[in-house]
């Protein structure tokens, strides 16, 4: 079985510029999650979709951080414009309803140079 | 904040049982016991939970106390591949924004041969 995909797996750019993640959740789940994992601050929710709107995002950093989750089957999230600060490893996850164990993906590496 | 206690670090010789330890002693009556772990480089991998009666899949044991202050995540034969970071996790079932896990530091198990 397909499990959570994102891309692209890492992504290097200069500070300044637009980042877009990917996220494609494993089908039929309802919930999908962003995490950012940094070695200061570990893994930090960011953001929360069930069915496809938004429920939690007391996570997002600030105004540059924006996530979208047009269907069920894809989410990005955006960063602009991108600082040195946002390089870190961003994850994805899904799961059947909001209660159910979360099941991620390998992760987006993002270096701002 | 985390709401859970673990150890930072612990050796577990190959092929001998891994008990890892987890202290919430703030748990509530509707919050579940989660263990996730993380492999390097890779995202974090749902590995059981429980509410109250000890639990046990494929991959793992959940030894819960009466009290349900503390937890034990049992690895019956530990192989090198069980190296990673281990997180235990609290977590509503009432859904809503109260479905976040919020992931501590972990405890890194190192498997020696």
């Known amino acids: 079985d397909a499990g959570v995909i994102q891309s692209p797996r890492h992504e290097v750019t200069e500070m300044g510029q637009e980042v877009t993640l990917r996220c494609k959740p494993i089908?039929?789940?309802?919930?999908l999650f962003w995490y950012r994992q940094t070695m200061m601050r570990g893994l930090e929710l960011l953001i929360y979709f069930n069915n496809n709107v938004p429920i939690d995002d007391s996570g997002m950093p600030e105004d540059r951080f924006s996530a979208k989750m047009p269907n069920a089957s894809f989410s990005t999230l955006k960063i602009q414009p991108s600082e040195p600060r946002d390089s870190a490893v961003y994850f994805c996850a899904s799961s059947p309803t909001g209660v159910q164990p979360q099941h991620f993906g390998d992760g987006t590496r993002l270096s701002i140079l | 904040d985390a709401k859970t206690t673990q150890p930072p670090s612990m050796d577990c010789a190959e092929g001998r049982a891994a008990n890892l330890p987890c202290n919430h002693s703030t748990i509530s009556g509707n919050e579940y016991v989660y263990w996730y772990r993380q492999i390097h480089s890779q995202g974090p991998q749902y590995i059981i939970h429980g509410l109250k009666n000890n639990e046990t899949n494929e991959m793992a044991s959940l030894i819960i106390t009466e009290d349900r202050k503390s937890s034990t995540l049992i690895l019956p034969h530990a192989t090198l591949r069980d190296t990673a970071v281990y997180y235990c996790?609290?977590?509503?079932?009432?859904?809503?924004?109260?479905?976040?896990?919020?992931f501590g530091t972990g405890t890194l198990l190192a498997v020696q041969p």
């Open positions: 089908s039929g789940h309802n919930s």
């Open positions: 996790i609290v977590r509503s079932s009432l859904g809503g924004a109260t479905n976040k896990l919020i």
